[in-house]
């Protein structure tokens, strides 16, 4: 039999799983297919899932970080959104 390599580039497979590891808990998933529709305020999200804006924020830093939503800012709200990458690993899960 034939020796075959593969090359896994580590530096994506560690990004990869590291995303994946992330977003495995169901009320970011949530968030994230909410922002699929367009951009939405903590308080907006907070109200569809019935949570609590405090661990709405903390969900939306820890997505931010990730760097799978970005925000903007209009008046006193921070609007949050999909980013391309997120976009990508979402089109990957339907």
């Known amino acids: 039999m034939e020796d075959r390599k593969i090359e896994v580039p580590s ?3 560690n990004e990869i799983s590291k995303i ?7 009320n970011k998933l949530k968030i994230l297919f ?13 109200y569809i899932l019935g949570l609590d804006q ?4 903390h ?5 931010r970080d990730l760097g799978l939503i970005e925000y903007s ?8 959104s999909l ?8 089109d990957l899960l339907n």
């Open 11 to 13: 530096e994506k497979l």
């Open 20 to 26: 994946l590891r992330n977003i495995g808990e169901p």
């Open 34 to 46: 909410l922002l699929k529709n367009g951009p939405l305020p903590v308080c907006v999200i907070s």
């Open 54 to 57: 405090t661990l709405i924020s």
């Open 59 to 63: 969900l939306l830093k820890t997505l």
């Open 73 to 80: 800012r209009k008046g006193n709200f921070k609007l949050y």
């Open 83 to 90: 980013s391309d990458s997120s976009i990508k690993v979402l």
